[in-house]
Structure formats: C-alpha cells, structure tokens
C-alpha cells in the first residue's frame, strides 16, 4: 500500500521533451560553430568562449518555462525567475493575444505571473488545478475581473479535450 499524503502536483507533462530538443538546438549550435571556425583555421580560445556563451543564450531562449500546479497554487519557473500565485486568492485573470497568447494571474498578495494558454490546454491536471482554485477565488469573492477570460478558457479546453476522445476513440 502506498503511504497516504498530499498530492503531488500537476506539472507539464510535455516539459521534459520541450527542454530535451532546446538542450538538443543548442548544443547543435555549439557544435556547428566549433566546426565551422576550426575548419576555417580560426577557432581560439576567446572564440570559442564566444560560441559557448552564444549556445547558452540559445538554451535560455528556447528553454521552455515549467508549469506547476498543486492544491491552491500554481508555480511558473524559467530559466531565471521562478512565480507563484495562489489560485484560490486570485483578484484577476486577463489574456492578452498577439504573437504569442497569455494569461496573467495576480492574487491578492500581489503576486503575478505569465503563462501560455496552450500550457493549460496540453495538460487537464494542471486545468483541474486552476479551475479549483478559481472556483475557490469565485466563492471567497476575491476574483474581481476574469472570469470571462476563464469561461471562454475553459470551454476551449473541454472541446479540444472532446475531440481528442472522438479521435481517440475512432469516432470522429
């Protein structure tokens, strides 16, 4: 028998793959670097520092963020800052559209975070985790503005989650 405890939490199922193919960019981009300088006969040591350093900020850049979720919170870590927000104390939910979509949460702490929609979409656990925690935010009146945002969110989620069942199961 397992001991019982505290949930674990919710995390991005598709992070690790996400992170293996920028580890992955990066270090083809290092290599052909390092190939291209040594065949030209130019490859030094400050050189090479230089496409090291050039491979790292790849890797920053392409390194996707890592979504957490648990019983209240939801944590977002990169690859230089890590924030958290309590989900059954949020003030407000906006999305922002663009180039790249967004949610940004703020609760009543003031702590503020970004995060992909898509994010939330690829990984019901991490949904249900929000979605709890909004309807606790919803019944202690603290959530002011947003819920719209979530309500069009959530329809989104489940549809796309429906056509994965029909697809799945043969029937669409």
């Known amino acids: 028998m397992r001991p019982s405890g505290p949930p674990s939490p919710a995390g991005d199922r598709h992070w690790r793959g996400s992170a293996r193919l920028a580890v992955a960019c990066a270090l083809v981009f290092c ?5 291209v300088d040594w065949d030209a006969g130019t490859l030094t040591a400050p050189r090479a520092l230089l496409w090291l350093a050039l491979s790292a900020a790849v ?7 890592r979504v957490t979720a648990g019983h209240g919170w939801l944590l977002v870590r990169g690859p230089l800052r890590r924030r958290a927000v309590r989900t059954d104390a949020l003030v407000s939910v906006r999305q922002y559209d663009g180039v790249t979509a967004h949610l940004v949460l703020r609760d009543v702490h003031g702590h503020r975070l970004e ?10 656990l991490l ?6 925690g909004v309807r606790r935010s919803l019944e ?8 719209d945002v979530l ?8 549809g796309e989650t429906a056509r994965e069942v029909l697809r799945a199961s043969g029937l669409s």
């Not at 290599?31 to 190939?35: C, H, V």
């Not at 995060?115 to 990984?123: H, K």
């Not at 309500?151 to 989104?156: A, F, K, P, S, V």
């Open 127 to 132: 949904w249900h985790e929000l979605d709890t």
């Open 140 to 147: 202690q009146g603290t959530l002011i503005q947003g819920t």
């Open 115 to 124: 995060l992909d929609p898509r994010v939330l979409a690829a990984n019901p």
């Open 151 to 158: 309500h069009r969110l959530g329809e989104q989620i489940d």
């Open 31 to 35: 290599a052909l670097t390092f190939l």
């Open 59 to 65: 890797l920053a850049v392409l390194l996707p963020q």
